[in-house]
């Protein structure tokens, strides 16, 4: 089975969802967080299932986790979790910054 490879922006994200969930719904906020990282697995077995998005970046996937969106690239064998996102945030304008 293959993983997911989180970038640390990914990661960054997983952490504020969790901190800020997690102020007012510590069980809510773990069983979120997983949720997400499940369906991120889930890309990393099945990485056509989100949708292209190359006007926010070149080769960048969505997959929506309501209220989330996941945002990945696929290249071989590889599926690199770029960002984990609200889904009101305004997406084009996080990717407009150099990667990490």
């Given at each position: 089975?293959?993983q997911?490879?989180?970038?640390?922006?990914?990661?960054?994200?997983?952490d504020?969802i969790l901190?800020?969930?997690?102020?007012?719904?510590?069980?809510?906020?773990?069983?979120?967080?997983?949720?997400?990282?499940?369906?991120?697995?889930?890309?990393?077995?099945?990485?056509?299932?989100?949708t292209?998005?190359?006007?926010?970046?070149?080769?960048?996937?969505?997959f929506?986790?309501?209220?989330?969106?996941?945002?990945?690239?696929?290249?071989?064998?590889?599926v690199?979790i770029?960002?984990i996102?609200?889904g009101?945030?305004?997406?084009?304008?996080?990717?407009?910054?150099?990667?990490?």
């Open positions: 089975m293959s997911p490879d989180f970038s640390p922006k990914a990661v960054a994200d997983l504020g901190n800020y969930i997690a102020r007012d719904r510590p069980e809510t906020a773990q069983r979120l967080v997983e949720s997400l990282i499940e369906r991120c697995e889930m890309l990393a077995q099945f990485p056509e299932a989100g292209r998005c190359e006007s926010i970046a070149p080769s960048l996937r969505y929506s986790a309501e209220p989330h969106v996941i945002y990945y690239r696929a290249s071989g064998n590889t690199r770029e960002r996102l609200h009101a945030r305004d997406a084009p304008a996080l990717f407009d910054r150099p990667s990490q």
